[in-house]
T-cell receptor, first 115, second 112 residues
Framework: AQKITQTQPGMFVQEKEAVTLDCTYD???????LFWYKQPSSGEMIFLIY??????QNATEGRYSLNFQKARKSANLVISASQLGDSAMYFC????????????FGTGTRLTVIP | DAMVIQNPRYQVTQFGKPVTLSCSQT?????MYWYQQKSSQAPKLLFH???????NEADTPDNFQSRRPNTSFCFLDIRSPGLGDAAMYLC???????????FGPGTRLTVL
């Protein structure tokens, strides 16, 4: 069975600084996908970044990068140059293989950016 | 812009009064999902459609039903809402050759 763990219920970061949000996962499947989503207070779940289990390079999307350490089963999100608009809930998720590709979510980390 | 749309954004219903939430997409994705998210919790998958094939999660209550009349639209019917069904309901879609799910803005349901 798949499991996603986010151990940081809340994080604070100074504006313009970088922050790392932790995510570890557990699965016995050799093929899987790892995702990060941002959920502002409005409720919409916004896709940020994706890492496939066979990808050799760490994924990057603008100010977001995913630090993928396969042997440690970790997929931490790094946000560089934090902005006030980054304040939100962040969810790490993993997809299961097969036709449905269902997502398993972690419990989330609430990030607050301080001016 | 291609997107996932949910209507209404906010829905208030009375205890036991049936309610329908709608989701539409312009992405032409094969797969559509419905999630329930209660306050301060992670989203929980209720069911999904792969094209016309309906797949119910084992722990989804019978009170929740879904319809997908065509590729673009998917509906969530709650036959007799209880106070415990108050939540954010999120619709998501995925193309058949990608892993990424794209979410709509959600419908926040209040049960009085």
């Amino acid at each position: 069975a798949q499991k996603i763990t986010q151990t940081q219920p809340g994080m604070f970061v100074q504006e313009k600084e970088a922050v790392t949000l932790d995510c570890t996962y557990d699965t016995s499947d050799p093929s899987y996908g790892l995702f990060w989503y941002k959920q502002p207070s409005s409720g919409e779940m916004i896709f940020l970044i994706y890492q496939g289990s066979y990808d050799q390079q760490n994924a990057t999307e603008g100010r977001y990068s995913l630090n993928f350490q396969k042997a440690r089963k970790s997929a931490n999100l790094v946000i560089s140059a934090s902005q006030l608009g980054d304040s939100a809930m962040y969810f790490c998720a993993m997809s299961s293989p097969g036709g449905a590709n269902n997502l398993f979510f972690g419990t989330g980390t609430r990030l607050t950016v301080i001016p | 812009d291609a997107m996932v749309i949910q209507n209404p954004r906010y829905q208030v219903t009375q205890f036991g009064k049936p309610v329908t939430l709608s989701c539409s997409q312009t992405l032409n994705h094969n797969v559509m999902y419905w999630y329930q998210q209660k306050s301060s919790q992670a989203p929980k998958l209720l069911f999904h459609y792969y094209d016309k094939d309906f797949n119910n999660e084992a722990d989804t209550p019978d009170n929740f039903q879904s319809r997908r009349p065509n590729t673009s639209f998917c509906f969530l019917d709650i036959r007799s809402p209880g106070l415990g069904d108050a939540a954010m309901y999120l619709c998501a879609t995925r193309g058949s050759i990608t892993d990424t799910q794209y979410f709509g803005p959600g419908t926040r349901l209040t049960v009085l």
